[in-house]
C-alpha cells in the first residue's frame, strides 16, 4: 500500500497518543519535578550521556539533593561529586566537567547558566545534543536535540536521509516546523524505546505506520 508524505501536523498528536503511558524522557520528568533551570537540565544531560534513563534519574536527583545551583556545586570537591552521580557512565571525566562549569559560572557569570549555545558548547563535554536539549527545556528557545532515538526513527521515517545526528539536525531544521522543535525529542525517546525500537520495532501498533517508509526495516512485531 503506498504510504502517505509524512505529516507532522498529524503525526505528532498521534504519537503523544501512543507514549502517555511510558516513562517520559529524563531531562522533561526532571523538569516537571522542578528541576528546570538551564544549570540543573546541562548538568543532567551530562550526566545522561551513555546512560540509561533509568539510571540517569535517580543520580541526577542525589546530586540536586546536595547540591542544585553553580555555587553550591563549585563548593563540592570533584571526588564528592564522583561519588553522588556514580553509577553514570564515565563518572570521573563527568565530575571534573560539570565541577569545573559550576567553577567556570560563579567566576565568570555571577553563579548563573545565560541561555546561550555558544558559551554551553565551550564547556568540555557539552555538544549541540545537549547545548539545544537545556536551551529548549529550561529557556523556551526552538531548538532540535538529536539523540539517537530522534536520528534513528525520523530516517527510518524517510523524513530525513542523513549519516549522521549531525546531518539529522541540519535537514531537520530546514523541514520540521519550528512549533515541534523541542516536541519531537520528548516525543520520540519513549516513542523510540517503546515503540519504534532499534530491532524489531513494532510496526504492527505504530501511529504512523501510514506514514512511515520503514527505511531499514527489515523485520519487525
Known amino acids: 500500500m503506498p504510504k502517505r508524505p509524512f505529516d507532522p501536523d498529524v503525526a505528532f498528536p498521534r504519537i503523544a497518543e501512543a507514549v502517555r503511558r511510558y516513562p517520559k524522557a529524563a531531562l522533561f520528568e526532571l523538569a516537571d519535578a522542578g528541576f528546570s533551570t538551564p544549570f540543573e537540565q546541562l548538568v543532567a544531560c551530562i550526566i545522561s550521556i551513555r ?3 533509568e539510571a540517569t ?3 541526577a536527583r542525589r546530586l540536586f539533593a546536595r547540591a542544585r545551583t553553580p555555587a553550591q556545586v563549585a563548593a563540592l570537591s570533584p571526588e564528592e561529586i564522583e561519588a553522588l552521580i556514580r553509577p553514570s557512565t564515565f563518572y570521573e571525566p563527568k565530575a571534573r566537567q560539570i565541577h569545573a562549569i559550576a567553577q567556570r559560572l560563579v567566576a565568570e557569570h ?3 547558566l545565560p541561555c546561550d549555545y555558544d558559551l554551553m558548547t565551550s564547556f568540555a563535554g557539552v555538544g ?3 547545548a539545544n ?3 529548549g527545556i529550561a529557556c523556551g528557545q526552538p531548538r532540535i536535540a538529536v539523540d539517537v532515538h530522534v536520528h534513528r526513527v525520523t530516517n527510518r521515517w524517510g523524513y530525513v ?3 549522521s545526528p549531525e546531518q539529522t539536525l541540519a535537514q531537520l531544521e530546514q523541514q520540521l516546523p519550528p512549533p515541534y522543535w523541542i ?3 520528548r516525543l ?3 516513542f523510540g524505546k517503546h515503540i519504534c525500537t532499534g530491532t524489531l520495532p513494532r510496526c504492527s501498533t505504530c501511529p504512523v505506520l501510514d506514514m512511515c517508509q520503514q527505511v531499514g526495516v527489515t523485520s519487525h512485531r
Open 161 to 163: 536521509h542523513a549519516a
Open 110 to 112: 555571577q553563579g548563573q
Open 133 to 135: 536539549l537545556t536551551l
Open 128 to 130: 549541540p545534543k545537549c
Open 183 to 185: 516536541e519531537i525529542n
Open 57 to 59: 534519574l535517580p543520580i
Open 51 to 53: 546512560t540509561r534513563d
Open 188 to 190: 520520540l525517546v519513549p
